[in-house]
């Protein structure tokens, strides 16, 4: 089983794509991943079986894996039941990421029965939260990886500011190893999450985002000139 120290003080880059991304073929996966292992990423968060086998066969470092899968009537999507938190162990992910919001989950799973599945499959759990009483509830589950993955994403969270400092702080005040993910875009915000008491931080749309990064550069340029043209006028 990986030990969470291997994370400490490193970057986890995130290589996921949409379905109808150019990206998201596997083998453009693995070679996104490639990239960033040579960059210096200490682990690497992948989305689903085909892709975490596929990058395992492949690179060195951890790989944090997770599978979207969405039920009707369920809010949760992020490795939402028990046999696919073991499905993604199984598939070679060293940590299996899944959804501790306190909303309620497919076939009734509670946080505690998620992470007693994956270390019963030889992985680490960790725990995709949204709010301290998320990741309060996840500490009391047995979980020691904490992340703030879903911050900004639930109903009660949507106005926060991300990266979420504030939430970095409470979930560090439980004696958790904590990951800050979300809205990480530079390494300024990096450093901000660092000091505000980030273990480690996910990047995934600055990095592997190449349809986002560009659409940065072409604003940047389009905002200048249409600042030159009012002048010229």
Same mark, same amino acid.
Do not use: E
């Given at each position: 089983m990986t030990d969470a120290e291997v994370l400490r003080g490193g970057l986890i880059v995130s290589v996921q794509a949409a379905p109808d991304s150019s990206l998201a073929p596997t083998e453009m996966i693995v070679a996104l991943a490639l990239a960033a292992q040579a960059g210096g990423a200490a682990a690497l968060r992948i989305e689903g079986m085909n892709n975490i086998r596929s990058v395992k066969a492949k690179l060195r470092v951890p790989?944090?894996?997770l599978i979207k899968r969405v039920y009707a009537g369920f809010e949760p999507y992020i490795t939402p039941t028990l046999d696919e938190a073991e499905a993604v162990a199984a598939a070679g992910a060293d940590i299996v990421a899944?959804? #501790? &919001?306190?909303r309620a989950r497919p076939q009734g799973v509670t946080v505690k029965q998620l992470a007693e599945r994956v270390?019963? @499959?030889? #992985?680490?759990?960790? @725990?995709?939260? #949204? &709010?301290e009483s998320d990741a309060a509830h996840a500490s009391g589950g047995g979980v020691s990886l904490i992340a703030t993955t879903l911050c900004g994403y639930t109903k009660e969270t949507q106005e926060v500011s991300l990266p979420a400092l504030d939430l970095i702080r409470a979930i560090r005040a439980l004696d958790a190893f904590v990951i800050c993910e979300g809205g990480v875009h530079s390494p300024a915000d990096a450093r901000s999450a660092r000091e505000a008491g980030a273990d480690a931080i996910v990047v995934g749309t600055a990095i592997t985002n190449i349809a986002w990064v560009t659409t940065q550069f072409a604003e940047a340029l389009r905002e200048r000139t249409r600042t030159d043209a009012t002048a010229v006028k």
């Open positions: 790989v944090i894996g899944f959804d #501790a &919001t306190l270390r019963s @499959a030889g #992985a680490l759990p960790m @725990a995709d939260c #949204a &709010t």
